[in-house]
């Protein structure tokens, strides 16, 4: 270990694993993970600790399609179950590669992959207003029959008919907490709270059940960056950087920028809620606590760690005052492990799209 080596909270999106256009073929989505598998280690063989969140919703989808289309062979399994079948599968894949990729650099790094379930609050405004589309398109007869029989809400998507739609609440605590952290303090390359975690309800007094939602990974990741006090958290899309006036006629890339800055640019709406809004939210989450958040190219991964490439938000407790918990739930950066740091640590051409790249 040496001064600079950092603990860092790596979240991938959606491309990572599965690119526009392409079927979903395991062919396909294995050739991806491998990639992005090359790139994170590096980050752990270089002598960074490095914990992997990954995406997950063109894998649930699909797993809500078969379930569908075998549904009079074979009993449907619920969301949170779907939601923890895709993280076995998208881990298996990570976990395989990363080790294929640290043997090759010499570095015998551990690696492993946990299932992890995030608590939600029932009482979460989201609940209220189901807007997340999920699983099969069906035609209107059909989705009248599923709420009726199912409960499920239902909207029209676009002329493209309709779509089951499900809560997206804001994470709150991640149940595997205490065990991530012994694999991080164990030097092991941890890949947890997969697609933002299984939603999961917890009762008063104290057992936990599944639920119907979609959480943002990118938030879910911010709130693990916090819990295990990581350095910085590196937000991997298919754009270099976070841009104000994406597309307009002022378009500009952010590369270094202030935490009142950012703040500043979300204020006046820069960011859309649904591709670049959650991870410059995730990201100013760490600054508010006085860590990093790092938003670059799945190319760059290595240079943004470096500080060349992306764009990067620093922020100290002081600019908003007690850092605690800038995001106001759970148990915040100060639960962090409380220990000394034992931390471990390719450049391509970004596509310039603005597609979700996220769960």
Excluded at 109 to 137: N, S
Excluded at 138 to 165: F, I, N, P
Excluded at 236 to 249: E, I, W
């Amino acid at each position: 270990m040496t001064p600079t080596d950092k603990t860092i909270v790596v979240a991938l999106g959606g491309n990572a694993i599965l690119q526009p256009g392409q079927l979903g073929t395991f062919e396909e989505q294995l050739y991806n993970v491998d990639a992005s598998a090359r790139r994170i280690a590096k980050l752990a063989a270089a002598g960074h600790e490095v914990v992997v969140v990954h995406g997950n919703g063109p894998q649930v989808g699909n797993i809500l399609i078969q379930q569908a289309a075998a549904e009079a062979s074979v009993a449907p399994m619920p969301m949170d179950v779907a939601g923890a079948m895709s993280q076995g599968q998208i881990g298996y894949l990570l976990v395989q590669t990363l080790e294929n990729h640290l043997r090759r650099l010499r570095s015998p790094i551990p690696v492993a992959c946990l299932v992890t379930e995030t608590i939600v609050d029932a009482a979460d405004p989201g609940f209220k207003d189901p807007t997340k589309p999920v699983g099969p398109f069906y035609d209107e007869a059909r989705a009248r029959t599923l709420m009726l029989e199912s409960g499920y809400a239902m909207k029209e998507d676009a002329g493209r008919g309709w779509r089951r739609v499900v809560p997206s609440p804001e994470p709150v605590e991640i149940v595997q907490l205490p065990a991530i952290r012994r694999l991080v303090e164990a030097e092991t390359l941890v890949v947890c709270v997969g697609g933002g975690g299984i939603p999961t309800l917890r009762a008063r007094d104290g057992s936990l059940s599944g639920t119907a939602a979609v959480i943002d990974k990118d938030l879910a990741a911010a709130r693990l960056a916090l819990d295990i006090s990581a350095d910085i958290l590196l937000i991997l899309t298919d754009v270099s950087n976070a841009y104000v006036d994406y597309r307009g006629p002022d378009e500009r890339a952010l590369g270094d920028v202030s935490l009142a800055e950012m703040e500043g640019y979300v204020a006046e709406g820069h960011f859309k809620a649904g591709s670049m809004g959650p991870k410059v939210e995730a990201a100013l989450r760490l600054a508010r606590a006085g860590h990093t958040g790092i938003i670059a190219s799945l190319t760059e991964a290595v240079a943004a760690v470096a500080g060349r490439a992306g764009t990067r938000i620093v922020g100290t407790p002081q600019e908003n005052g007690e850092a605690g918990d800038p995001a106001g739930n759970g148990s915040g950066a100060a639960t962090g492990p409380g220990r000394p740091r034992t931390t471990r640590t390719e450049t391509g051409e970004p596509s310039r799209t603005d597609t979700p790249c996220g769960r």
